[in-house]
């Protein structure tokens, strides 16, 4: 490693749209560090491989997107509780060669809504989730930490579903739904989180109607490109609040910031317009 300079990165399969090297580069600048962070390519087949490239290279640690949340649990050293009771591990730190997972989406998930919405309550009603994999996973736990009543999960294959449920740390609390019912579903409820990929660019629409939902109920689309999906447009004509994704993301980066860096960074008015853009 070249002086003290501190490395990071994103790995992920593709990873060129990522938007985190534009985050973290901002708040290296902001906070005057000595530091990089790259976006980095690793197919499934090379992980192991990948990974102990980052570290003879002398990584401080990298964040980890889609598809390698959950196979890079098997090479980590250590894995902190919340990453362990998710499943899933987005961030890693390297110290002295050993790898620590943690999960930061949680985090990211519930303080988008607390900082958008400060005045909704999670444990104000039912809370109805489309989707059943990594993301949805913090969605839950975040949602169960702060006291969620009840959570209605809705997924295309019921089996994956039911794996999530009786992983998360109060299956008791989680009905599972049938995707044909995912309208039905949502009378009563405080608030409707899209998880799936659905509504993204380049993907299939999300099919769903709102008119049960009611009308003071938050809706959250954690997809972020395009940042107002079809979802949320829906959603605000119908008289709703709608939150969007990009604060997700934000989010949890400040939280693997300062895992990193030592400091919890702030999300400005200007950084909010780079990552929209």
């Known amino acids: 490693m070249t002086g003290n300079k501190i490395r990071t990165g994103v790995i992920g399969h593709p990873v060129s749209h990522s ?17 990089s962070f790259e976006a980095v390519d690793i197919p499934c087949e090379n992980l192991e491989a990948g990974i102990k490239d980052l570290v003879e290279q002398g990584y401080r640690g990298f964040n980890v997107t889609i598809p ?4 890079i649990m098997a090479l980590c050293d250590e894995i902190d509780e919340t990453a362990q009771q998710i499943g899933a591990v987005n961030t890693v ?29 999670f444990a104000s009603g039912a809370v109805v989730v489309l989707g059943a994999g990594g993301a949805a996973k913090a969605v839950v736990h975040g949602l169960l930490e702060h006291g969620t009543p ?28 049938d995707w044909e019912k995912r309208s039905k579903i949502l009378e009563g409820a405080s608030m409707l989180v899209n998880t799936t990929s659905l509504g993204m660019k380049g993907q299939d629409e999300l099919e769903i109607d709102l008119s049960l939902l009611p009308r003071d109920a938050l809706v959250n689309d954690i997809v972020y490109h395009p ?9 605000e004509k119908g008289g709703h609040r709608v939150i969007t994704g990009i604060g997700m993301l934000l989010h949890q980066a400040r939280l693997a910031f300062k895992t990193w860096h030592g400091v919890m960074p702030d999300i400005t008015p200007e950084l909010e317009d780079m990552v929209q853009k």
């Open 227 to 235: 940042l107002h999906t079809d979802l949320l447009v829906s959603a």
């Open 19 to 35: 938007k985190s090297p534009l985050i973290h580069g901002y708040w290296l600048k902001a906070h005057g560090l000595d530091g």
């Open 150 to 177: 009840e959570i209605f999960l809705v997924n295309r294959t019921k089996e994956r579903a039911l794996i999530l449920a009786n992983s998360s740390i109060a299956p008791d609390k989680i009905n599972i739904i």
């Open 68 to 71: 390698h949340k959950e196979s």
């Open 93 to 121: 730190t390297i110290d002295d060669g050993t790898l620590k997972g943690s999960n930061v989406d949680a985090f990211g998930f519930t303080e988008n809504i607390r900082s958008q919405q400060p005045d909704f309550s």
